[in-house]
C-alpha cells in the first residue's frame, strides 16, 4: 500500500498507537472526577494542555481542547461572532480558498446581518496583501485566513498580514486555521499577532478525535456548548482523555525533527515533479512550486491529469495499491467542483482532472518511485478508454 492522502488523514503513529493500546487497557476515570483514576485522567490533560501553551508560549488556560479541527474553528468563529452586534462592527474578512468548516460557519454568520467579505488572491492562491489593507476599516470585527491552504498547499504570509492588521489601529481579531500548518512549517502566535489559531490530532499522526483551539484569552468567546464547564467553560462536556493523550505524544513526536522531516520531505516532492515532468502526458501543477521555500507546503501537491477523469483515475490508482483523493475528504463524496482550483482560475476541465498527492515524514523514496512507475501505464489506459 502506497498513501498518498496524507493532508486527509495521518496513519497513527506506530509509538502513539502503542501508547494508546497500554491506555486503553488501563483503568482511567472521568478527568472531572473526585477520585484517585480521575485524578490520573485530568493529570494527563494537564500535561497535555502545558505541552502546547509551551510551545505557543500562552498559558494552559489558553489551550481549549476539541474534537476536531473543524469544531475548534467553529468555536473561534461562532464563539466571538455571538459577542458582536452586527450594526457597529459587522465586516468579516476572509478568502474564498478557506477550508469549508471556516466558510459554511461565516456563510451562516452572513445570513445573521453581518457582511462577508473575500479578499483578492492570485492564480497561486496567495492573499493580495493591498486588497487586505484597503478593506481594513473599524467596521471589520474578524479576519480568518488559513496558514496552509489544504488542497493545494499554498501558505500564507501570516506572519505579515498580522502585522497589517497590528498597524491598522482598528483592534481587528485575527483567526488562523493551523491545521496543515502545525508540526510541518514554523508557527508563531502571539508574535504574529493571532488572536484565535486551530490545530488537529489526526494531521500530524494522532489519533482521530482531538482538536484543539489556541486563544489569545482576551477577547471574549460565547461556547457553543453547555453543560459542566469543562475547558475552561468554553467547551463542556467530559474530554477524551485518550484523544487529547494520543495529540499530546503525536505533537512531541513530530515537532521534535520537524525541521528534518521538512527537508526530508521537500526532496521528495521535488523528485516527484521532477519525475511527473518527464512522463509524456499534459500535467498541470496548481501547487505553487516556486523557488521560494515557503512558497507552498512540501507535504501537499496538486496536480491535473489532463484529459482525464479525476475520479476514475483515482480508483485505478487504487487498484494498484496508490491512495490519494481529489481534493479536500469534506467534498470528495459531493462531486462539485473544488472551489479552491475554481478560485485560483482553473477550468472545470482541470478541476475535474485534479488528484491531490500529500506526503508525511513516513513518506519513502521508494513510494515516490513506485508511483511514478506506475503512473505511465495507467494513464495509457485511461486515455484509451475516454
Known amino acids: 500500500m502506497i498513501y498518498f492522502d496524507n493532508a486527509a488523514t495521518t496513519f497513527c503513529s506506530p509509538t502513539v498507537a502503542e501508547e494508546l493500546s497500554c491506555f486503553f487497557k488501563t483503568p482511567h476515570g472521568n478527568p472531572s472526577g473526585a477520585h484517585h483514576l480521575a485524578f490520573r485522567s485530568s493529570v494527563l490533560i494537564k500535561k497535555a494542555r502545558e505541552f502546547f501553551s509551551s510551545y505557543f508560549k500562552v498559558k494552559p488556560e489558553q489551550i481549549i481542547f476539541t474534537s476536531s479541527g473543524t469544531e475548534a ?7 466571538l461572532l455571538q459577542k458582536e452586534v452586527p450594526q457597529k462592527r459587522k465586516i468579516i474578512l476572509t478568502t474564498p480558498i478557506e477550508h469549508s468548516s471556516v466558510l459554511r460557519t461565516l456563510e451562516a454568520w452572513g445570513k445573521r446581518g453581518f457582511e462577508l467579505q473575500f479578499l483578492k488572491i ?28 489544504n488542497e493545494i498547499g499554498t501558505i500564507q504570509p501570516i506572519e505579515k498580514i498580522g502585522c497589517l492588521l497590528r498597524k491598522s489601529g482598528f483592534a481587528i481579531p485575527f483567526h488562523v486555521d493551523a491545521v496543515q500548518a502545525f508540526g510541518k512549517i514554523p508557527l508563531e502566535f502571539e508574535s504574529w499577532g493571532i488572536h484565535f ?28 456548548l453547555f453543560g459542566g464547564g469543562q475547558e475552561h467553560g468554553l467547551r463542556s462536556g467530559t474530554e477524551s482523555v485518550g484523544m487529547i493523550y494520543g495529540f499530546h505524544l503525536a505533537a512531541k513526536e513530530i515537532l521534535q525533527d520537524q525541521k528534518k522531516q521538512y527537508e ?21 501543477i ?31 490508482l487504487e487498484e494498484e495499491g496508490i491512495f490519494t483523493s481529489p481534493g479536500a475528504s469534506c467534498n470528495a463524496k459531493k462531486r462539485k467542483p473544488s472551489h479552491v482550483l475554481k478560485s485560483i482560475g482553473c477550468s472545470d476541465a482541470d478541476i475535474f482532472s485534479a488528484l491531490r498527492f500529500s506526503f508525511s515524514p513516513y513518506t ?23
Open 264 to 284: 526530508i520531505v521537500l526532496a521528495l516532492r521535488q523528485k516527484f515533479i521532477e519525475g511527473i515532468q518527464t512522463l509524456p502526458f499534459d500535467i498541470k
Open 197 to 224: 489559531l486551530t490545530i488537529s490530532s489526526h494531521k500530524i499522526h494522532g489519533p482521530i478525535g482531538a482538536g484543539a483551539l489556541i486563544w489569545d484569552g482576551k477577547i471574549a468567546l460565547e461556547p457553543l
Open 122 to 149: 492570485n492564480q497561486e492562491g496567495f492573499v493580495d496583501l493591498q486588497d487586505l489593507v484597503q478593506k481594513l476599516s473599524s467596521s471589520v470585527c474578524l479576519v480568518s485566513i488559513m496558514a496552509v491552504n
Open 73 to 79: 474553528n467553529n468555536l473561534a468563529l461562532s464563539g
Open 286 to 316: 496548481n501547487t505553487p512550486v516556486r523557488v521560494e521555500r515557503l512558497a507552498s507546503s512540501p507535504y501537499i501537491l496538486n496536480l491535473s491529469f489532463r484529459g482525464c477523469e479525476s475520479e476514475v483515475l483515482l480508483r485505478m
Open 364 to 386: 519513502q523514496e521508494e513510494d515516490v518511485n513506485e508511483v511514478l512507475r506506475i503512473l505511465p501505464s495507467v494513464l495509457k489506459r485511461l486515455q484509451a478508454y475516454q
